[in-house]
């Protein structure tokens, strides 16, 4: 079993849509998850963390987390053409800062 | 969050040579890591940089094909031995920052020939 699965996509949506990222885990014990935004030939850019259940928003980006389902998403409102990239969603393993990265989506958000 | 830089940004190396990257960093960081991303695959954790004591490698990787150094709080090198094509990846250095957050530096793009 993968330590995190997310679906590879690609996510094709509208601009000005939401998209909806989702990632599970396998690590109960985990208590921090991650999600960052991979350009194209670019290195992964932190967007987004979440340590509580619920929701945490920041401008156009929420992350939800339910560590009951062990499950974390993030969803991108009024998506913009420029959102386009790659989704890695991470989470530390082990209390020693080892992020563990799964596979990435790929979003493609079309005028 | 911390500046990171790191060089070269991309090479093109022969098979059996070795690779030396460097990274560096514009403020003190306690934490400091080293990843791979292999064509078309996510981010695999190579090493943890520790400095002053040897480096903390995951399973998998081994000091003699990826000997790492941290010689102060501010900078790594992580050197890819006798290369092959298999080796051709990015790899890329990451600090934590406040609240257990992680930044890359921009990698390095290696090609095996």
């Known amino acids: 079993q993968k330590e995190v699965e997310q679906n590879s996509g690609p996510l094709s949506v509208p601009e000005g849509a939401i998209a909806s990222l989702n990632c599970t885990y396998s690590d109960r014990g985990s208590q921090s998850f991650f999600w960052y935004r991979q350009y194209s030939g670019k290195s992964p850019e932190l967007i987004m963390f979440?340590?509580?259940?619920g929701d945490k928003e920041d401008g156009r980006f929420t992350a939800q987390l339910n560590k009951a389902s062990q499950y974390v998403s993030l969803l991108i409102r009024d998506s913009q053409p420029s959102d386009s990239a790659t989704y890695l969603c991470a989470f530390l393993s082990g209390g020693y800062n080892k992020l563990i990265f799964g596979a990435g989506t790929r979003l493609a958000v079309h005028p | 969050s911390a500046v990171i830089s790191q060089k070269p940004s991309r090479d093109i190396c022969q098979r059996g040579t070795s690779l030396t990257i460097q990274c560096q960093v514009d403020?003190?960081?306690?934490?400091m890591f080293w990843y791979r991303q292999q064509p078309g695959q996510s981010l695999t954790l190579i090493a943890t940089a520790n400095q002053g004591s040897e480096a903390t490698y995951e399973s998998g990787f081994v000091i003699d094909k990826f000997p790492i150094s941290r010689p102060n709080l501010t900078f790594s090198t992580l050197t890819v031995s006798n290369m092959s094509p298999e080796d051709s990846s990015i790899y890329l250095c990451?600090?934590?920052?406040?609240?257990?957050?992680?930044?890359f530096g921009p990698g390095t793009r290696l090609l095996v020939l």
């Open positions: 403020s003190q960081v306690t934490m």
């Open positions: 990451s600090v934590v920052g406040s609240s257990e957050t992680q930044y």
């Open positions: 979440i340590y509580s259940n």
